[in-house]
């Protein structure tokens, strides 16, 4: 009898499919009022609903592979793989309450933004370059893995439909950014699902139900659930799946760039949350469902098992082969299934590119090269980034076509990959005694332990006991009567053993290398104390494990840092959320004092009460600013407004400016990440002028420039009351900070500002330390990557030795080396006011650094005293 093929109605599904992911792309590419920025390709403008994030978390790491693997595993192995649903759910709950929180705080685009600011640029350079390599590895196999599988079973040209998934993938990626990716994710999970059920519905009509299904795998052995063997040899067991599952899982969901991003697209953490546990919920009956057709797979095939009867020549076809054999009489539902399939390549794939996009931009173009590019350039960048990296996948999958038997190895090396990457996380959030050289010396260890147990277990494959159960081909038409047995046991040395460890244990093996020789690294160069680390780039252990237990067992977890302001300013932000949200409620009812100076506006106030209004990541944009600032206007009571990444742009900012020209009562306002330019900082800085109540304004990472610098420093010289502002990331370079250093020279008030990534360089370093000669009032300035090296660093030092009133200083990856080093403690041996100096990844040694640190450690006892 022939072998089935596709109908015309199954390509037809196929065509629909890829043209509607296609028309998606369309739509948030071309159709769109605005030109693109980096954070609208890559976040979504933060503005993205909680249910449409939830399925992309979903999809994005259930690649066909794993809906092709996840029945074979099930058909070889039998069900304890099922417990897989419970570590993911595990993860993502553990994600959800620990670590998205973190990253959330942060602010990261990358997720390795963090391994710097905690360590080093060197440690956020190693797990990014481990990253990018496995991901563009793994994006390959999946592209061509489920391509190989469907060409052998449905006769589906293998080719066609790599290039077919590779172009339509990068097309509505880089078109599209992030929101087209979430929602063809959002249409891929539907797919899925629907393949899924229709594969399940037919496969029970065929097996006659539930009970003889599950009676004939019973007999077979597929169903068992109670292996809780502690050999660390045997592939499944309860702990091996949900302690070793539960770390595979977080190490997606807690530290995968994929999911980070996603993180990062809602519009609040508590949005996040929710995402994650409907992902849990979502992915949780993926896994089951998946793991039900394997069970009907062997059910169908008890008696004449297809792979070893050789009708396919890998495991993985067996679906496929099951779906073109009794799927087939039902024209469509082939087609069906071809869709879940290819859905779940098109999801992994887009992911990874607009991930891949995003490290390359922040961690590689953005730090190696020292370059700053406008906003709306930076997102021409990262499509052109999509675009070079969907061609790359594509002419990866001809190279992987070559690898052959080694297809699989290469797949697994995602895990081991992974590992060190989630270790490094560990040991930066969990252990504040961990430096530099300790992150950086146990990522590379841990690397390579896992690398020798990878290929240790490779080479050694053929020699190792298979854990596959018996298959029969008694039923076979080209088989009489032979029931294949998995092979004896038979004498082993300790090393294979070594190399046997089940794969589920590589990930925490990997972290706890990590840890170890992290801790023992940083032990012997000198571990950080405990008010040397930021808390908010921490996690107490004892808070977050031991919570149950009295205070003084989780203080003592806490190794000596000091949460208690941490955990306090954390507390009153998430107090005042709730008070902001609980009098916006009362507003809507209030009547006449509510403020609505237009229908459109979308939020009420209560004139007589409101003092704090948190709206940050509410994308207002320039006419809700305006509708905003009008129903501002007359209040008497607010004295903080926080509209921090917004999308406001100049005219908003104009509309703001005369809120703060007239306010009585405003001290605070936050309009970082927002597409302010020069314009809107002269409109700021006219409001400056006549304001007196003013104390904090932060504006970093808008695009400011140098004229925008020079009217803000005109500002300066008029405002009396202003003590702190924000400059940081607007690109104000050595023109810039020349005119903010002639502001600093006249200005009476300030004393605290942040000009990190700004650009200004050594002659913008010279400028500034001229000014502080002559400035009495500035306590604070940050300077981290400015790239002031040597020279500026000289200059700063200079000024140090006369300025009287600066006790912090931050120079974070200037470059500035042995001679910068030199330099400044020349001064401090002058200066006795500097009580915090910043010098990490300035490629200082460390007995400079301990002279400095010494040096600082003297003011500081002379301050006490």
């Not at 160069?525 to 921490?538: I, R």
Request: proline share 3%; net charge neutral.
């Amino acid at each position: 009898m022939a072998h089935p093929t596709l109908s015309a109605v199954d390509y037809v599904l196929l065509v629909i499919l890829l043209l509607s992911s296609a028309v998606i792309g369309a739509i948030f590419g071309f159709f769109k009022s605005k030109k693109s920025s980096a954070k609208e390709f890559l976040l979504a403008d933060g503005g993205m609903g909680v249910v449409p994030t939830a399925l992309s978390i979903m999809v994005s790491f259930l690649s066909a592979i794993t809906l092709l693997g996840t029945p074979s595993e099930i058909y070889m192995f039998g069900t304890m793989y099922c417990y897989q649903a419970i570590s993911w759910t595990i993860a993502s709950t553990v994600t959800a309450l620990v670590f998205m929180p973190k990253f959330r705080e942060m602010n990261c685009t990358s997720a390795y933004e963090y391994l710097e600011k905690r360590f080093d640029r060197s440690v956020r350079m190693c797990a990014s370059f481990t990253f990018s390599f496995f991901m563009l590895i793994y994006m390959a196999i999946v592209l061509y893995a489920p391509a190989l599988a469907l060409s052998q079973t449905t006769g589906l040209n293998i080719w066609l439909s790599v290039v077919s998934i590779g172009v339509i993938c990068t097309f509505y990626s880089s078109v599209g950014g992030m929101k087209a990716v979430i929602w063809t994710d959002v249409l891929q999970a539907v797919v899925i699902l629907v393949g899924l059920l229709a594969t399940i519905i037919k496969g029970l009509i065929v097996m006659g139900g539930f009970g003889p299904t599950f009676s004939i795998a019973s007999k077979g052995g597929r169903i068992q659930f109670d292996s809780v063997s502690f050999d660390p040899r045997v592939r499944h067991t309860v702990w091996s799946l949900l302690i070793g599952g539960t770390f595979n899982s977080l190490a997606t969901y807690g530290f995968n760039q994929t999911q980070v991003q996603r993180y990062m697209c809602v519009r609040s953490t508590r949005a996040a949350k929710q995402a994650l546990f409907i992902n849990a919920i979502g992915a949780a009956i993926v896994i089951l469902l998946s793991g039900f057709i394997g069970v009907i797979l062997y059910a169908y095939y008890a008696d004449c098992d297809p792979y070893t009867a050789k009708y396919v020549t890998d495991i993985d076809q067996v679906f496929p082969y099951f779906v073109m054999e009794r799927l087939s009489e039902n024209p469509g539902l082939p087609g069906i299934f071809l869709a879940c399939i290819f859905s779940g390549s098109l999801s992994t794939i887009s992911s990874g590119l607009n991930a891949l996009a995003a490290v390359i931009i922040e961690d590689v173009y953005k730090g190696l090269m020292r370059k700053k590019i406008s906003d709306e350039r930076q997102g021409l960048v990262s499509k052109l980034f999509s675009i070079v990296l969907g061609v790359v996948v594509v002419l990866l999958t001809y190279v992987v076509s070559f690898l052959g038997s080694v297809l699989n190895a290469a797949l697994s090396l995602f895990g081991v990959l992974s590992g060190p990457i989630m270790g490094v996380f560990f040991l930066g959030f969990f252990f504040p005694q961990a430096n530099r050289h300790g992150g950086r010396i146990g990522f590379l260890a841990s690397l390579c332990l896992q690398l020798w147990i990878f290929l240790g277990a490779q080479i050694t494959k053929k020699q190792m006991k298979s854990e596959s159960l018996p298959f029969s081909i008694s039923n076979c038409s080209s088989y009489i009567n032979e029931t294949i047995i998995a092979p004896t046991s038979f004498k082993r040395d300790p090393l294979l053993d070594f190399y046997s460890v089940s794969y589920m244990w590589y990930t925490p093996i990997a972290v706890g290398a990590v840890i170890i020789v992290g801790l023992i690294v940083s032990y012997l160069t000198h571990p950080l104390k405990p008010n040397e680390v930021d808390p908010k780039y921490l996690i107490s252990i004892g808070d977050v494990c031991c919570c149950c237990l009295p205070q003084p067992i989780r203080k003592w977890f806490r190794f000596g840092v000091d949460y208690d302001d941490y955990y306090e300013d954390k507390e009153k932000n998430d107090r005042n959320d709730i008070e902001m949200k609980s009098r916006e409620k009362k507003s809507n009812t209030s009547g006449p004092n509510r403020i609505s100076p237009a229908p459109s506006m979308p939020h009420n106030y209560d004139n007589q009460t409101l003092t704090t209004l948190d709206l940050h990541r509410d994308n207002i944009g320039d006419a809700e600013a305006q509708y905003l600032a009008a129903g501002l206007r007359q209040n008497r009571t607010l004295t903080t407004l926080n509209l921090y990444n917004n999308s406001i742009g100049d005219v908003g900012a104009q509309h703001l400016a005369d809120v703060i020209q007239h306010s009585t009562a405003l001290t605070s306002i936050d309009l970082g990440c927002n597409k302010i330019g020069h314009v809107g900082a002269k409109h700021l800085a006219d409001g400056l002028r006549r304001n007196t109540t003013l104390i904090t304004l932060n504006l970093e990472d808008n695009g400011i420039g140098e004229i925008g610098a020079q009217h803000l420093a005109d500002g300066l010289q008029h405002n009396t009351t202003l003590t702190i502002l924000g400059l940081g990331k607007n690109q104000i370079k050595e023109v810039g900070a020349k005119y903010l250093a002639d502001g600093l020279r006249h200005n009476l008030a300030l004393s605290t500002l942040y000009l990190f990534e700004s650009e200004i360089g050594e002659i913008g370093a010279q400028h500034l330390g001229d000014a502080l000669r002559h400035n009495i009032t500035l306590t604070t300035l940050n300077l981290g990557e400015n790239q002031i090296g040597h020279v500026g660093a000289l200059h700063l030092t200079d000024s140090l030795q006369h300025n009287t009133t600066l006790t912090t200083l931050h120079l974070l990856g200037n470059e500035i080396g042995g001679v910068g080093a030199k330099h400044l403690a020349d001064a401090l041996r002058q200066n006795t006011t500097l009580t915090w100096l910043e010098l990490y990844n300035n490629q200082i040694g460390d007995d400079a650094m301990n002279i400095i640190h010494e040096l600082v450690e003297r003011n500081v006892r002379g301050k006490e005293l």
